[in-house]
């Protein structure tokens, strides 16, 4: 696709539920990024894959945050047992190769999911 | 570890007056740092960007920011704003090596008064 999607756009939940977010990055984007935006707050990182590896997780707030990624494509946000604290709107991001301390790629976001945990 | 600050959370201006929005980052080694704006139900564009070099960077949109690394800073700037400026705008880190993930800044809030 031309730019990165993600899907559902808005996800309301109840309290304790599980859910699933998902992100189709741009094609050849080989690394793919998570990213929480809570209501008047910037962004914070939550994880990173390089291809279907993730050598950052360090920004998941707890245990009941996981994601993978499939065939160097789709990713997948899961939340355990949501919370109220977890409503916010998720954003995914892909970028080419990260490239390290030599040049840096251009990450693209995507639309969002909005998450609401009543 | 890197960080941003935006110390405007909101911002109101006049159309066809300039704007300058403040960002200050700390990083420990020469920084990437990004401008994004955020309208509303939309993603993040990318407004401009610095890695190195001229440190007056030329954006889309007329936009500029000037790095100045003596005062951590990453103003960007706008010499006429446009109603459909109206937005939120987030100044960003990146850091080198590591997946080159980005630390945002909380964001200001434009405000355009027709």
Do not use: M
């Amino acid at each position: 696709g031309a730019g990165v999607s993600q899907s559902p756009s808005n996800k309301v939940t109840e309290k304790g539920k599980d859910v699933e977010l998902r992100c189709d990055p741009i094609s050849g984007h080989t690394a793919l990024y998570w990213y929480r935006q809570r209501l008047g707050q910037g962004l914070e990182f939550l994880i990173y894959f390089q291809g279907n590896s993730a050598p950052d997780k360090s920004g998941l707030p707890s245990d009941r945050f996981s994601a993978e990624r499939t065939g160097e494509s789709v990713s997948t946000l899961t939340i355990q047992r949501t919370q109220q604290e977890d409503s916010a709107v998720y954003l995914c991001a892909s970028s080419l190769r990260t490239s390290g301390i030599i040049s840096y790629n251009e990450q693209f976001f995507g639309p969002g999911t909005r998450l609401t945990v009543l | 570890a890197q960080s941003v600050t935006q110390p405007d959370i909101h911002i109101t201006v006049s159309e066809g007056a300039s704007l300058e929005l403040r960002c200050n980052y700390s990083y420990g080694a020469t920084p990437y740092l990004f401008w994004y704006v955020q309208s509303p139900g939309q993603g993040l564009q990318l407004l401009l960007k610095y890695f190195s070099g001229d440190t007056l960077v030329q954006g889309i949109k007329g936009f500029e920011a000037e790095f100045k690394r003596s005062q951590s800073s990453f103003n960007l700037r706008k010499p006429s704003v446009h109603w459909s400026d109206a937005a939120e705008y987030f100044c960003a880190v990146g850091a080198t090596g590591g997946g080159n993930k980005l630390t945002f800044g909380t964001g200001t809030q434009l405000k355009v008064e027709l």
